[in-house]
């Protein structure tokens, strides 16, 4: 299984990232009493930290810290991309023994947690913002981890490649009309519930 690098990387800590107060308040009830969660994108550790701060959970942060393609776009993101990995290592340091890096993209990062064995209670989904890749990672969670509850962000959140469409919530929306599933959301956040749970 994967750790923490022995020696703390020699990068100053970053504390930026997008974990809002409403992510907190729709997140909060749902990780009272988990054990396992597993993160799809966790940028600089934000929404790590808080996870092991709110819950006594493991937490399995998921990320390929190569940044996407709306990142290397955007002035101001370019300089933090080349050390994404070692920022998210220290910002996270202190929590290393609750927190495992797959440093992976998100299916094959889902798919060598399977293989390992490991049982999420929820899955918090916020990787890529393309349509087809949301869809993705939602299809193998769902496939991979049946009985995990699925969460994630970006809601609203617009893409301005393709229009200004709101591409995470159509592939949301796409998935529960697939398997007949619920959506319940708030502002940014929201959570996939299958009929009778």
């Given amino acids: 299984m994967l750790t923490f690098p022995e020696t703390k990387p020699d990068v100053p800590h970053d504390i930026h990232g997008w974990f809002s107060n409403n992510n907190k308040e729709f997140l909060k009830p749902l990780i009272v009493n988990v054990k396992v969660i597993i993160e799809l994108g966790a940028w600089l550790g934000s929404s790590t930290r808080w996870f092991c ?24 993101l370019q300089n933090k991309l080349p050390i994404l990995y070692k920022t998210f290592i220290v910002n996270c340091w202190n929590y290393k023994n609750r927190i495992t890096p797959v440093k992976m993209n998100t299916i094959a990062g889902m798919t060598y947690l399977f293989e390992n064995d490991i049982k999420p209670d929820i899955i918090f989904v916020d990787a890529s913002h393309e349509f087809e890749d949301v869809l993705a990672d939602l299809q193998t969670a769902s496939r991979l981890f049946p009985s995990a509850v699925l969460v994630g962000d970006d809601w609203t959140w617009r893409n301005r490649r393709f229009d200004k469409r709101n591409t995470v919530r159509e592939a949301v929306l796409t998935f529960c009309k ?3 599933f619920k959506i319940s959301h708030n502002n940014r956040c929201w959570r996939i519930k299958k009929i009778n749970h």
């Fill in 53 to 76: 701060d709110n819950s006594s959970a493991h937490v399995y942060s998921v990320d390929h810290w190569e940044g996407s393609i709306e990142h290397k776009a955007r002035k101001g």
């Fill in 178 to 180: 697939q398997n007949n």
